[in-house]
């Protein structure tokens, strides 16, 4: 149980293009869910928790207006890196818990974005 | 924000001995995680230790934490060459619900 896919798991796209990344738990009902970057070699960064049906919570220096984040419904979240930059090139990474203050998140395995 | 540091960065084994990785973190915590990363794949879940619990055993896995000291353990018993990964610990704040990751430790375990 307690299934979190992503897709894409790799995307390669062009500089002022928009890409969109879809998380769905699969088993179970996310209240909420969080967004982290990575990379290469690094830990995982925090950029957003969204809990459905209510806008998402950034973190410091990350930029809403750039990476947008939608969670319309109980297992599926959206994260949308809007005119994307070579700078943007990540590894992003979605998780999900069923409850606000549950102790264990489940994570994704991941979408790798390359921008061009 | 990341609060946890960890040591060693790398770690390089023979398949059979055990290793050990340190996690070190601030503030005081609610829980503290261990999580396991291949590469380029999402984050494997190991345990959960409680702020009020000392020790805690799953499998040839054994966690320790010292909240005087604000420092964790991980021990992976009898290593295999499948253990090969990144292992991150992450720590969850007293009135929060946010994962803070360490750096992580890479694991090579050689056959």
């Known amino acids: 149980g307690a299934v979190v896919s992503q897709h894409p798991s790799r995307v390669i796209c062009k500089s002022g293009t928009s890409v969109k990344i879809e998380c769905r738990s699969l088993d179970f009902q996310a209240t909420t869910m969080f967004w982290y970057r990575q990379f290469p070699k690094q830990s995982l960064m925090l950029m957003a928790t969204s809990n459905e049906g209510s806008k998402a919570t950034y973190e410091q220096g990350v930029e809403k207006d750039k990476f947008l984040i939608n969670h319309a419904s109980l297992t599926l979240s959206t994260l949308t890196v809007t005119s994307a930059h070579p700078e943007d090139s990540s590894f992003y990474i979605c998780?999900?818990?069923?409850?606000?203050?549950?102790?264990?998140?489940?994570f994704g395995p991941g979408t790798r974005l390359t921008v061009l | 924000s990341q609060q946890g540091e960890e040591d060693p960065q790398a770690l390089s084994i023979q398949e059979g001995e055990n290793a050990t990785m340190n996690c070190s973190y601030k503030?005081?915590?609610?829980?503290l995680q261990w999580y396991r990363q291949n590469s380029g794949r999402g984050l494997v879940h190991l345990i959960l230790i409680r702020s009020n619990e000392r020790e805690k055993h799953s499998g040839r896995l054994r966690v320790t934490l010292d909240t005087s000291k604000k420092s964790s353990s991980l021990l992976i018993t009898a290593s295999r060459a499948a253990d090969t990964a990144s292992y991150f610990c992450a720590t969850v704040g007293v009135n929060d619900y946010k994962l803070s990751f360490g750096a992580g430790t890479t694991v090579t375990v050689r056959a």
């Open positions: 503030t005081s915590i609610n829980n």
């Open positions: 998780s999900a818990s069923g409850t606000v203050n549950t102790d264990t998140q489940y």
